[in-house]
């Protein structure tokens, strides 16, 4: 439940006591990944994300039934009510948010925590270990009022600019980077601005939550998506970024293609290519990338308190997925459990906890755009065919650039031995099925029969032992 007041003080006391601070969103990246890895290790599933209750289903159900400009409209709508009023982003503390996120997991001990970058197949091998993961990034949605003309990225560089100084003065443990994507959160950006923002330090709510939990030589993993963008500085700890991962590249935002003029087109924009903001440079991408001030700090803390620091490095987001599938894949035959089910997560489509009760293999895609497809196939391509793939798509409202055809995904499903199937999915309405934010929990137990027993968890001498058998065979790295 969100805390009802943006006043610091009391957002605070509300956040000890599991309400969530006004201004940061529900649907997002970081805080839908820390509710799934929180509500593995409370015991529980992951249904609705986290956040939407299982009787919406026939409002969504109605919602697809509608008019595609009207529901775009109540997409973009209810996008917006997620926001705060730009005054708000004076009332923000990095360290109130902090307070909501450790509240999330049980208070006890633990072999390891992670912290860093959010990544969906991190979720799932917090889960396999049993260890929490803590963020460096989360969003701040900000409402602008249609003041910013969703094709005007200039626009949206000079509104950020004008409203940030609050929010960075109060946090100086923040970096912001403000996202302006018109391309996969066209719905959601014609009401609300993008402010991400990442820790630079582990601030005293982090520190103090890694002293409770974590016994004296423990292992903090560093989890380091190095994924770049050319960026623009606005200011010290202002950074202005044009687009985002998806199926449009940082070149097309930039300087446009004929993939984008048809996009632009198809939705009657003024422009065919947009007038970007000058890049100065390449820097950690918005919601994925990860700034490495927090790992110098990591290392001081971790030094002082005779802690092991384990750093996870990888380039894309999906580069972890393949390692964490085949991970899985080996759990499973140590547990002397015979599955062969590849289960094939999109965005904040996750459900830990089933995972294991359906003896599943993971695999997490980023969103649903052609790379997620090619990293998708690449995996299959390399690995032993599984007998069955279910997958999850998430449902973003909008045919953007880059966008599979769910016949083109449909063909996933030749690469299983004995069948495929979608989790959640409605085919005909797709991608404007909301109702796949609830139904991807209720189909996954309704088409995968398997049932085992939850594990104990992974330990992290049996971790090391997948790792130097496998020996750099993935697009990670553990140092």
Known sequence: MKAPSTNPVVSSILAQNGFTPPYIADFDSATGM????????????????????????????????LPRSLQEQIYIAGSAGEAIAPEQLEDVRAEVVAQWMVNQYPQRSYPAVAIGSSCGALVNLCAALGIPWLPQTFLIPVKHGGEIDID???????????????LLENNPELILHQMHDPCQDRLTSQGMAYFRVKRLGLGETYERFLQKTLPPGGTIFLVECQRTWPTTKVSDRH??????????????????????????????????????????????EAEWGFEADLRHDVERFAQERGYH????????????????????????????????????????????????????????????????????ENYLDNTDPYDEIYLMLFSHGVNSVGLPSIERWRQVFQKAKIQGNFVGVDEEKYPRHFASMIRYHTDLKRLISARYPLPSSLTLEQLEQFIDQENGNFRVKFT
């Not at 626009?155 to 100084?165: H, P, T, V």
Request: aromatic residues 14%.
């Open 34 to 65: 820390l509710r799934a890895t929180s509500a593995y290790l409370r015991g529980e599933d992951f249904p609705g994300m986290g956040v939407v209750p299982s009787a919406f289903e026939p409002i969504t159900d109605l919602i697809t039934k």
């Open 152 to 166: 005007e990225p200039k626009q949206a560089l000079n509104w950020g600019r004008e409203r940030s100084q609050a």
């Open 309 to 376: 620091v384990r750093r996870i490095i990888f380039t894309e987001p999906e580069d972890l997925s393949p390692f964490v599938a085949e991970l899985y894949r080996w759990w499973y035959k140590q547990r002397q459990i015979v599955t062969n089910c590849l289960l094939v997560e999109s965005f904040l489509l996750t459900e830990p906890m089933w995972t294991l009760k359906t003896g599943s293999v993971p695999f997490w895609m980023k969103f649903n755009k052609q790379p997620s497809l090619d990293a998708l």
């Open 239 to 284: 950074i202005f970024q044009f687009g985002a991962l998806g199926g449009a590249t940082s070149e097309e935002f930039l300087h446009g293609s004929k993939r984008v003029e048809d996009y632009l087109e198809r939705y009657n924009s003024h422009r065919r290519k947009w007038d970007a903001p000058q890049p100065d440079g390449e820097r950690p």
